[in-house]
């Protein structure tokens, strides 16, 4: 028999909180010192130490929970996961096993077009280990990372293909960037993700053999990784093989991924509350001060921009991808009638001195009203959008306004018929060859004299009246 199959994927992604300190001890949470730097007997595992809990990755937990639309239970603990392993100095890691700070959440995204919604079963709260380095001739481990507070965010399996998984990643990412619960820096290894995939019979409800693939570090390799691992379960089940229960590793290099072992050699973590640590019961008032730092995620900004502006969506993306851009275009927008012309200015034009000239935002030397400003000399006719982009770039220099500038320098749009007529004369006698052209039917030459006429005037003459006496000259 011949099925359609499907994949049912679920994402376990570990995200390393921003704090200043570790999550049990006061060591620094950085990367990139020197091996085992930041490290003190409570992040060594030595016998007999006490963890104190990092009040700040508590609270970044619990507000990565209403970021997520997760429940947040007044009542969480913590638990020892019990393993041996190199770079786990305590032999064990102390995560939240059955109560954890936060469940039951969702993340909606956009993709192709539409909304899509992928529910979190929980964020829970946890600890790194440390780095293993394998030499020529032996290995050594690095524990600066050891301790440094993580937080696993568990999601349904609701994923289909590949490109909503690394979609939902992205959105994932751009969320905790969002709510400055992590910085999210792949490079640094500071999102790590298992992911779990399984394939059945499209229309079956009871899910195929889960494989995990251990250990991503990237969105794109988990992207590939799907391309690779799907049709090659899907491949077993039409040869008539059984797919078992399995752990897989990807090899980034080669593309494929490669047994590591089944089920029957899963561990036993051997979970028991950790007997160092008290229950985590947040308050009523402890729960209002971490809401007061929930934001506006990316997705709801961008349906906003795109609704209260009525930007398209790319600006919207724009504003979206570089928040300060979009809140200085919000602050603009505030004195402008025109958030179209705003937008155009602000990403054309602003984006591009700012990179060019290497300053930011803040040294920007106009105020919030000149921009506005600028649009309605055009708006007005007063200046055309060529003399415009001149004005601009001396408002950018100078801090000036637009009208200082227009007075200044003389800007002021021809729209005088009179004097307009006498540029069209000169660049029509300038000009026998185009003129023959247009009169043979090439309407390109009418441009080229217009652009002729445009630079006798330095730009100033009002280009639509320039057309319409170039036709007439030219017609008669
Ligand atoms: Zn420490």
Same mark, same amino acid.
């Not at 939240?96 to 954890?100: F, G, I, R, T």
């Not at 008032?285 to 971490?290: F, R, T």
């Not at 993306?317 to 928040?323: G, K, L, P, R, S």
């Given at each position: ?8 994927i679920?994402?376990?992604? %570990?995200?390393?909180?921003k704090?200043k300190?570790? !999550? ?16 003190c007997?409570v992040?060594?595992?030595?016998p ?7 009040e700040?990755?508590l ?16 009542y969480?603990?913590f638990d020892?996961k019990?393993?041996?392993y ?7 890691q102390?995560t ?5 700070s936060?469940m039951?959440g969702?993340?909606?995204f956009? !993709?192709e ?15 790194d280990? #440390?780095k293993n380095f %394998?030499f ?22 609701d994923?289909?293909?590949?490109? !909503?998984?690394?979609?939902?990643l992205n959105a ?6 969002? #709510?400055g619960?992590?910085?999210c820096?792949m490079e640094?290894?500071?999102v ?10 499209k229309?079956q409800k ?11 570090n ?6 590939r990784?799907l391309d690779?691992?799907i049709?090659?379960q899907i491949?077993e089940?039409?040869r008539?093989n ?5 752990t897989r590793r990807?090899?980034d ?6 047994s590591?072992?089944s $089920?029957?050699m899963a561990h036993?973590?051997?979970y028991f509350p950790?007997?160092?640590l008290?229950?985590?019961?947040p ?11 929930i934001?506006?995620?990316?997705l ?15 600006d919207a ?7 300060p851009l979009g809140d200085?275009?919000e602050r603009?927008?505030?004195?402008s009638?025109?958030?179209?012309a ?9 984006r /591009?001195k ?5 300053t930011t935002?803040?040294e920007? $030397?106009?105020?919030?009203k /000149? ?5 309605s ?8 959008t060529?003399?415009a982009?001149?004005v601009?770039?001396d !408002?950018f ?8 500038i227009v007075?200044k320098?003389?800007l002021?749009q021809?729209?005088?018929?009179g ?13 026998p ?15 080229f ?10 730009g100033?003459?009002?280009p ?13």
């Open positions: 028999m011949d099925y359609e199959y499907e994949a049912v679920g994402l376990e992604t %570990h995200v390393q909180l704090t300190s570790k !999550m049990w001890c006061g060591c620094v949470n950085q990367f990139g010192a020197l091996p085992n730097t930041n490290v007997p992040c060594l595992g030595m007999g130490v006490l963890p104190v809990a990092n700040e990755a609270r970044l937990t619990v507000l990565t929970g209403f970021l997520l639309n997760c429940s947040v239970p007044n969480a603990k020892r019990n393993y041996f190199p770079d786990a100095p305590k032999n064990y102390i939240q096993y059955d109560k954890p936060t039951n969702y993340v909606e956009e !993709m077009g539409r909304i899509e919604k992928v529910r979190i079963t929980r964020a829970h709260l946890e600890e280990v #440390g %394998h020529e001739r032996n290995s050594g481990v690095d524990f600066n990372r050891a301790g440094v507070p993580l937080l696993e965010i568990v999601s349904e399996p994923i289909r293909n590949s490109d !909503m998984a690394y979609t939902y994932l990412k751009d969320i905790l960037i969002y #709510g619960v992590s910085d820096d640094k290894g500071m790590r993700c298992d992911v779990n995939v399984s394939v059945r019979p229309g009871e899910l195929g053999a889960k494989i995990e693939i251990k250990n991503m990237s969105f794109s390799g988990v992207r990784a690779y691992e049709p090659r491949e089940l039409k008539g059984k797919l078992r229960q399995e990807w090899d290099e080669g593309g494929i991924t490669e590591m072992r $089920k029957e036993d973590y051997r950790e007997p160092d008290m229950p985590f019961v308050d009523e008032k402890w729960l209002a001060e971490v809401k007061l730092r934001v506006e995620l990316p709801a900004r961008k349906q906003r921009f795109t609704r209260k502006y009525q930007l398209p969506s790319s993306q724009t504003f979206i991808d570089d928040v200085y275009f603009v927008t505030a004195e009638n025109n958030p179209k705003v937008a155009n200015w602000v990403i054309n034009n602003l /591009a700012l990179t060019e000239s290497g935002l803040r920007v $030397k106009f105020n919030t /000149a921009i506005p400003e600028l649009i000399l055009v708006d007005s006719g007063k200046i055309s060529r003399i982009q001149d601009f770039a !408002m220099a100078t801090g000036d306004s637009p009208g200082q007075e320098k003389g002021v021809l729209s005088d018929t004097s307009i007529e006498k540029f069209c004369d000169e660049a029509i006698a300038a000009n060859r185009s003129v023959e052209d247009y009169k043979a039917g090439k309407v390109a030459a009418l441009n004299l217009k652009g002729q006429v445009m630079k006798l005037s330095k100033k003459a009002n639509n009246i320039v057309g319409e006496i170039l036709e007439r000259k030219l017609k008669s």
